[in-house]
T-cell receptor, first 115, second 112 residues
Framework: KAGVTQTPRYLIKTRGQQVTLSCSPI?????VSWYQQTPGQGLQFLFE???????NKGNFPGRFSGRQFSNSRSEMNVSTLELGDSALYLC??????????????FGPGTRLTVT | TQLLEQSPQFLSIQEGENLTVYCNSS?????LQWYRQEPGEGPVLLVT?????EVKKLKRLTFQFGDARKDSSLHITAAQPGDTGLYLC????????????FGQGTRLTINP
């Protein structure tokens, strides 16, 4: 099976702009989660989508939004970018492991730099 | 929200030495996962432990889930430079709808 893919891998934007990141989960996985990773804060949960519905949400401002399409592909959008939004944005698709347990499989991430 | 604390945050040792990384919480988790992440890449799932007291081995890596399912450890025997990376533990919340809580990570460096 192909893994989780994310596009683009690298992105440079200016403060005030908006950005859209894309994620294609592993075939058959219906859940997609997004995380922001920075050196100081570690992995911070943004939101999770399951069957086109947001199921969980982290503590991020409304500038961060997402959606999921009927084919399980997901996008996240950040509007009015701030310098502090510079980070590695990770997407993960999820399944239940053979022995139980909720497992996430991560994409390579999108490195966003805001200048 | 349940929290996971990893220790140590940074560890630098010589090739051939043994090490243990700890992941602790005051909360119970349904399951616990360990990931390894290399610079510029996403975390890669190493193992999932589900049952209290469970021990799993992956070559030179040994993972243990605490009896009360509140903590876990990762032990590496005879560390090699290829083990270098950021190790993350993640717990599946008992109350949450299939949601993972991540520790802050342990940055491991194995020097040749």
């Amino acid at each position: 099976k192909a893994g989780v893919t994310q596009t683009p891998r690298y992105l440079i934007k200016t403060r005030g702009q908006q950005v859209t990141l894309s994620c294609s989960p592993i075939s058959g996985h219906r859940s997609v989660s997004w995380y922001q990773q920075t050196p100081g804060q570690g992995l911070q949960f943004l939101f999770e989508y399951f069957s086109e519905t947001q199921r969980n949400k982290g503590n991020f401002p409304g500038r961060f939004s997402g959606r999921q399409f009927s084919n399980s592909r997901s996008e996240m959008n950040v509007s009015t970018l701030e310098l502090g939004d510079s980070a590695l944005y990770l997407c993960a698709s999820s399944s239940i492991g053979l022995a139980g347990g909720y497992e996430q499989y991560f994409g390579p991430g999108t490195r966003l730099t805001v200048t | 929200t349940q929290l996971l604390e990893q220790s140590p945050q940074f560890l630098s040792i010589q090739e051939g030495e043994n090490l243990t990384v700890y992941c602790n919480s005051s909360s119970v988790f349904s399951s616990l996962q360990w990931y390894r992440q290399e610079p510029g890449e996403g975390p890669v799932l190493l193992v999932t432990v589900v049952t209290g007291g469970e021990v799993k081995k992956l070559k030179r890596l040994t993972f243990q889930f605490g009896d009360a399912r509140k903590d876990s450890s990762l032990h590496i025997t005879a560390a090699q430079p290829g083990d270098t990376g950021l190790y993350l533990c993640a717990g599946e919340e008992v109350q949450g709808a299939q949601k993972l809580v991540f520790g802050q990570g342990t940055r491991l460096t194995i020097n040749p």
